[in-house]
């Protein structure tokens, strides 16, 4: 008789899952945030930057990334879709955590946060959890591609798609991020495509 392998990422433990996933992960990031190897370094507006306006009420879409991300592992109907977007989310973070090390990049914020209260109470906890200094590649938009990919091949509903792209849209309205950094975040999204055959070989 075959013994069964014994698998700690299972259906039943989503929510256990989404701690043993975010843990680590945000361990990495805050790391990689506030202990610097490197000073971080400004980069030029583009034209798209400077195009692009500061939407204060989008802050509550940028900050449901972690909602969304709760949300998406919840719904995971079975231990292989868990296993797939654990390999996959670890591999973006992996990579992201090269380029903050080497490459740290840093957003001003501080340019667009002190108008007025609302915007500043959101400042001072952002500045606390997430100081922007690594905005290249953005999670938030690179997560938020892989989410909405896997989300569209479930063919249930438009709900999570939508909600992904709103806040890659959040991450340059609420002005966390380049524009740079998006197009950055869709090269690590692509190139997590092409690891996926791997990853999809090892859990089935």
């Given at each position: 008789?075959?013994?069964?392998k014994?698998?700690?990422?299972?259906?039943?433990?989503?929510?256990?899952?989404?701690?043993?996933?975010?843990?680590?992960?945000?361990?990495?990031?805050?790391?990689?945030?506030?202990?610097?190897?490197?000073?971080?370094?400004?980069?030029?507006?583009?034209?798209?930057?400077?195009?692009?306006?500061?939407?204060?009420?989008?802050?509550?879409?940028?900050?449901?990334?972690?909602?969304?991300?709760?949300?998406?592992?919840?719904?995971?109907?079975?231990?292989?879709?868990?296993k797939?977007?654990?390999?996959?989310?670890?591999?973006?973070?992996?990579?992201?955590?090269?380029?903050?090390?080497?490459?740290?990049?840093k957003?001003?914020?501080?340019?667009?946060?002190?108008?007025?209260?609302?915007?500043?109470?959101?400042?001072?906890?952002?500045?606390?959890?997430?100081?922007?200094?690594?905005?290249?590649?953005?999670?938030?938009?690179?997560?938020?591609?892989?989410?909405?990919?896997?989300?569209?091949?479930?063919?249930?509903?438009?709900?999570?798609p939508?909600?992904?792209?709103?806040i890659?849209?959040?991450?340059?309205?609420?002005?966390?991020?380049?524009?740079?950094?998006?197009?950055?975040?869709?090269?690590?999204?692509?190139?997590?495509?092409?690891?996926k055959?791997?990853?999809?070989?090892?859990?089935?």
């Open positions: 008789m075959n013994k069964k014994h698998d700690f990422i299972k259906k039943k433990n989503n929510i256990f899952y989404y701690f043993l996933l975010w843990t680590p992960y945000i361990l990495i990031y805050q790391l990689t945030n506030r202990f610097n190897l490197f000073e971080p370094k400004y980069l030029e507006f583009t034209k798209i930057d400077k195009a692009i306006p500061f939407v204060p009420e989008m802050i509550f879409i940028y900050i449901s990334y972690l909602v969304y991300v709760f949300f998406f592992i919840y719904t995971c109907k079975n231990s292989r879709e868990l797939i977007i654990f390999y996959l989310s670890y591999f973006q973070v992996i990579v992201s955590a090269f380029f903050f090390v080497f490459f740290p990049v957003f001003p914020v501080e340019q667009f946060y002190s108008e007025n209260t609302y915007t500043s109470l959101f400042y001072m906890f952002w500045q606390w959890f997430d100081e922007p200094n690594n905005c290249i590649p953005s999670l938030h938009a690179a997560n938020s591609m892989l989410v909405i990919y896997l989300s569209l091949k479930r063919k249930k509903n438009l709900i999570m939508l909600w992904g792209v709103l890659i849209i959040s991450t340059l309205t609420c002005k966390q991020h380049y524009f740079a950094d998006i197009i950055a975040a869709a090269i690590l999204f692509c190139t997590t495509l092409m690891i055959p791997y990853v999809l070989k090892k859990v089935s």
